[in-house]
């Protein structure tokens, strides 16, 4: 299954890409829904490359769920209006967590659209699973309009 859950941020393009490459802000933002522990001693990278990090999720901080395998891939495009993230994740209850981030310019210089596509399958779990991830990811979205309006004071 395939959700798509849309909104608009009211800062600039360059902001919006530069804060989505930090791992911090994963961090910020999934809390206190997700929160990811990397499964590496040495934490997940300062701004996320293109690669695999095993992360182990506990729900609400405190039930463990199960490890996540994020895989980061970040997209070029030739067009410098959009940008372009894709996790295209997994693990061992998600065969395919696949999550495309789309940050695209507007008219308005200060405000950018945000598209948050998951593709889901977890065999007889996925209609549970896109479920908790249809409200996960408004609040992600809920949690990103918090840091814009307070200028990203909790990440700095």
């Not at 507007?106 to 945000?114: A, C, D």
Request: hydrophobic share 45%.
């Amino acid at each position: 299954m395939v959700i798509n859950i849309e909104t608009h941020f009211a800062s600039n393009f360059e902001t919006i890409t530069s804060y989505v490459m930090l791992s911090k802000t994963l961090d910020y933002i999934a809390k206190p829904m997700v929160v990811f522990e990397p499964a590496n001693p040495n934490g997940f990278p300062e701004n996320w490359k293109n690669g695999d990090y095993l992360a182990k999720m506990k729900l609400f901080g405190i039930i463990p769920f199960s490890s996540q395998t994020i895989v980061i891939e970040k997209i070029k495009e030739a067009n410098p209006n959009e940008f372009i993230l894709r996790d295209n994740g997994y693990s061992s209850l998600i065969n395919t967590w696949d999550h495309w981030i789309f940050i695209r310019k507007t008219k308005n210089e200060n405000l950018v659209r945000y598209i948050d596509r998951i593709e889901i399958k977890a065999g007889i779990l996925t209609i549970f699973i896109v479920i908790f991830a249809s409200v996960f990811y408004r609040w992600r979205q809920f949690r990103w309009k918090k840091l814009i309006r307070n200028h990203f004071k909790e990440l700095n």
